[in-house]
């Protein structure tokens, strides 16, 4: 069977609307914020390693707990250079990658994760406004969109348990005219949309306002547990922090012990130039939603505040060996398939050309979110796992850091969410073998209306998987 996004598309289009693209994330190209690099050693009540989303929460967070306590960030690189200024913007409310996976695996406290990640939501808009964050927040919901007509039942199905309004084809073309659309469903509450570099970098201005002391360029090289507190090592110096907070997310973990539980997967991202008003008139999109489509090589795709569209996800590609690295961001052929799919998705915006693109890092793990956990005896917390919906997520998992290393239980740490890890990936090249054949699985299903083959229902029943 062929799917929508099978329909040929003339190699001319795609080569023209591609061909002043410049490699780079367009959310990077704003003026930047610039943190020196560490000069020697220095102690400190906590230290973070990570200048993402995660970690400088957390940092945030701490000094709002402990106001006077010395909050010291370090980065490798700078400050958002990672999945933080590379992402869609999506800042959803769920912290569980949706809800069918959050229900299969913690049916129990299903209702409570929900609540919580609402809370989230609404703490993370209440902090904007409270740090006078200037980042371009819509709180516009989410439209999901059917492409296939097995996926129109998937809507209704999910608008019944309560998971939004469903949309017939008149009506999601209505929002958004596209052909390839056969129904929708929206959610209006549990998303918003944000230029995610602004949003990092003016979280890094409210941790410096708060006296939290950030250093870029400064790699963390080890971490060890010693009588005066955990000892971490710099080309600089060792830094001596009573309490350590590691948001390295994708990149390998001082951890050993935490290494085999996530891997990186590439993520793909096309940006257009900005859409004149009669060009925007063609699809409609007034309510400016964020959008997803329904299979398992799904699309997302949102307006910017300029009227830009950034188009993404479908390819999700891993590399053997683990390794994050550079080279592997430039994939031409992905992005002339994402071209492809836009194309097909919007054929009245033939005249519209990119004007970026760029790919990063997902902190993958077998669960599809976060997990945490403890070393150092109690000293040192981390956090790892979002999948690629961690713009909301970061803060609820540094919060749960914090609750950690507080000592005392909390709603969040009382959770079999945060207590229990998900199960590990095995080494190579067992790990490249069983994910490129779960990626040829979900391609299957989704050219065979949905329908999932035994090597994918295995996984299931085991609690393992692949998102893209």
Known sequence: MRTVFDRHVDAALISQALGSAAFG?????????????????????????????????????ATERNPGARVVLIDAERVGWAASG????????????????????????????????LANLDGMQADIGKYGMQVDWERSGTLTVATEPHQVEWLAEGA????????????????????????????????????????????ARACAQAGVQIFE????LSAQRESNGVEVSTKAGVITADQVVLATNVFPSLLKRNRLYTIPVYD???????????????????SRQGISDSANQFHYYRLSADNRIVWGGYDAVYHFGRRVDPTYEDRAETYRKLAAHFFITFPQLEDVR???????????????????????????????????????????????????????????????????KP??????????????????????????????????????????????
């Open 25 to 61: 994330s367009m959310w990077l190209d704003i003026p930047r914020p610039e943190y020196p690099t560490l000069s020697g050693g220095l102690s400190c009540d906590l230290l973070v390693v990570g200048g993402g989303y995660a970690g400088l929460w957390a940092a945030l967070h």
């Open 86 to 117: 590379r992402n869609g913007g999506f800042v959803e409310a769920s912290i569980t990658h949706g809800a069918e996976n959050g229900k299969s695996r913690w049916p129990l406290e299903f209702d409570q994760l929900e609540k919580l990640g």
């Open 160 to 203: 019944e348990h309560g998971e939004g309004q469903f949309l017939d084809q008149a009506a999601i073309r209505a929002e958004v005219n596209s052909p390839t659309y056969q129904a929708g469903l929206f959610e209006g509450e549990s998303c918003a949309i944000v230029h995610p570099a602004r949003l990092v970098f003016e979280l």
């Open 217 to 220: 360029h400064t790699a963390a």
């Open 268 to 286: 793909y991202v096309l940006a257009t130039e900005p859409l004149t008003t009669e060009q925007l008139d063609r699809i409609g999109w007034r």
């Open 354 to 420: 990119f004007s970026h693109r760029w790919a990063g890092a997902i902190d993958t793990n077998t669960r599809f979110c976060a997990h945490w956990g403890l070393a150092g005896r109690g000293r040192i917390a981390y956090v790892n796992g979002f999948t690629g919906l961690g713009v909301g997520a970061a803060r609820f998992g540094a919060d749960v850091c914090l609750d950690l290393l507080g000592g005392h239980p909390t709603e969040r740490t009382e959770l079999e969410m945060v207590n229990r």
């Open 423 to 468: 199960l590990p990936f095995p080494p190579e090249p067992a790990a490249s073998i069983g994910i490129q054949a779960t990626r040829w699985s979900m391609d299957r299903a989704d050219h065979h209306a949905g329908k999932r083959n035994l090597f994918l229902r295995t996984l299931d029943r085991l609690g393992l998987g692949f998102d893209s």
